[in-house]
């Protein structure tokens, strides 16, 4: 019994290690979106929703029919434009993850809170292709360290379920 209790030992740290300190997988998104060169327009003219609820809205294709009557050009395929001007889903890949015992609301952090999209999102008005993995990994600590800075409430309640 003793002669495995070192590699068990080995492998169930080696799988805490796997799930807790290792970044995600980067996703490839289904359009190149250039976040730079949208940049003048702000975030919540296509994440329709980031400052006045409870979440973000993920721009879908009326969101980018409303500006472009034809493909913007790179970063987005023929095919895709084609599905993205007949009005079909665009299969956006989720890059920022909460548990589901936690409460969050855009609306509390950005008109509330007052913090930039850039405070939890980093400055996607730089990048010219989407992000392959949230700029900020979202867990208690770092929320706690931001509630902290900023004066806001640390009371577990407040974001817990």
């Known amino acids: 019994m003793q002669r495995y209790a070192f590699p068990v030992i080995v492998a169930v740290a080696v799988a805490v290690v796997w799930v807790f300190a290792l970044p995600p997988a980067p996703l490839a998104q289904p359009i190149a979106f250039n976040h730079a060169k949208h940049a003048a327009v702000g975030c919540v003219l296509c994440h329709q929703g980031a400052a006045t609820a409870t979440r973000a809205g993920i721009p879908q294709a009326d969101t980018c029919t409303r500006c472009h009557a034809t493909a913007p050009g790179r970063g987005i395929s023929d095919a895709a434009w084609t599905d993205v001007a007949s009005g079909k889903q665009i299969a956006w890949l989720r890059v920022t993850r909460l548990p589901d015992h936690v409460a969050f609301s855009h609306r509390r952090h950005t008109s ?20 392959a993995r949230a700029a900020v990994r979202l867990e208690m600590t770092t929320c706690l360290s931001c509630h902290k800075r900023e004066g806001a409430s640390e009371d577990c309640a407040g974001c817990h379920r």
């Open 112 to 131: 509330s809170g007052q913090l930039a999209c850039v405070s939890c999102h980093g400055d996607m008005s730089q990048r010219t292709t989407p992000p």
